[in-house]
């Protein structure tokens, strides 16, 4: 291809690749659906194309869709025996952060919620809510009716609801609720930490169980006690880390979170959705195939005093 073309791909890159992370969840996975779609440009008979922009984003969104089908990923996918991919604050691929709607597409409670909807379901409601395509648009990308577009969002936008509404954070108000959790959670007091909790908190965690398998935890009790055992420091926890661990609060897909990290790599992360100022759900991500794109991130930024230097 002469430059002109690679640079008109290239143009596009960043925005497909924030379409494939929504509709995936997997920042890994939409890396490779973007490289498939660079293929499938490469291969065209790009004099028939009137429209680039249009082309590029039917071909990264039925890529993805053919992913979300796969025996592979309904596997995965399988029981809800899955957790999204963590991106840090400012992380090109979780791309556009103009509009509330946008923002809260890319949360983790949203991207969870997403598994509850149909891959066309899926498309719809990410293409519709995060990228404003029009219907009309959106049916010449899926191959359906603007009728079937439309209600393919109404469903999915009344499937998604309840993950909606926990409000925006800034950068320190997340600190101040990373901060507050973390003294809780290192005080050894459950009930500092029940305080702290909605009545409805739920915890989901991944790398804990065995063999990888997600563990779930409900009522502000049960959850206080495994994350006062959790953030208890012991010579063998330090072992399995890799050494000794600074914890940072920051911000991951628009919520405060917990940054567990030794000086070369990010080790886990907990992520915080807060409700009316208390914490309605934890999630814990320790998997490094998960943290491999956010370690990256993570290296490239200055950060802000740990608050625990040696944990």
Known sequence: MDPATVARFEANRTRLASLAYRLLGSAADAEDAVQDTFLRWQA????????PEAWLTKVVTNLALDRLRSARMRHERAAGDWLPEPLLDGDP?????????????????????????????RAVYVLREAFAYSHAEIAEILDITESASQQHAHRARRRVATGRGAGEITGA?????????????????TERLVALLTADATAISDGAGPAGKILRFSTPER???????????????????????AMYAGVINGSPAVIAA?????????????????????????APDRLARLTLQWRRREHTDPLIASW
């Open 262 to 286: 030794l000086p070369d790599r990010v080790v886990g992360v907990v992520v915080l959705e807060v409700r009316s100022g208390k914490v309605a759900a934890v999630r814990a991500i320790a």
């Open 44 to 51: 065209a008979d790009r004099e028939r194309i009137d429209v």
């Open 93 to 121: 691929m979780l791309g556009p952060a103009d509009t509330a709607e946008q923002r809260e597409s890319v949360t983790l409670a949203v991207l969870l919620l997403m598994e509850r909807l149909s891959p066309v379901e």
């Open 173 to 189: 108000a997340a600190r101040r609720v990373v901060e507050a959790f973390v003294d809780a959670a290192s005080s050894g007091r």
């Open 223 to 245: 959850i206080a006690a495994v994350l006062r055992g959790a953030f208890k420091p012991t010579p063998a926890k330090r072992r399995l880390a890799g050494g000794a661990l």
